[in-house]
Nanobody, 124 residues
Framework: QVQLVESGGGLVQAGGSLRLSCAAS????????MGWFRQAPGNEREFVAA????????YYTDSVKGRFTISRDNAKNAVYLQMNSLKLEDTAAYYC?????????????????WGQGTQVTVSS
């Protein structure tokens, strides 16, 4: 089993920044990818960004490119999501996900482990 603990959410004004953190513990040797998803009320959980562990490839959904940056700390089995120029539509619960790499990083179904979620609220 792998445990994921997120932190860093909060309330921020539009145009501001937040940094989310996700630390993995337990049987982390099987992790091939870690990513971030978000879910707003009434919406499906959507892919935001991911890091492929083997070669460091990074993936972003189009709506966050140029504003969000995913990074990792191998020693800590952690990933971070730096979110800049936040918009009202970025408001959601953000979830960290991890699992073996299964040929794609976008669908939520390819991840085995999930954090509890951290709320990001962007105000006008």
């Amino acid at each position: 089993q792998v445990q994921l603990v997120e932190s860093g959410g909060g309330l921020v004004q539009a145009g501001g920044s937040l940094r989310l953190s996700c630390a993995a513990s337990g049987r982390t040797y099987g992790i091939g990818a870690m990513g971030w998803f978000r879910q707003a009320p009434g919406n499906e959980r959507e892919f935001v960004a991911a890091y492929r562990w083997s070669d460091g490839n990074i993936y972003y959904t189009d709506s966050v490119k140029g504003r969000f940056t995913i990074s990792r700390d191998n020693a800590k089995n952690a990933v971070y999501l730096q979110m800049n120029s936040l918009k009202l539509e970025d408001t959601a619960a953000y979830y960290c996900a991890a699992g073996p790499y299964r040929g794609t990083v976008v669908p939520a179904r390819v991840y085995d482990y999930w954090g509890q979620g951290t709320q990001v609220t962007v105000s006008s």
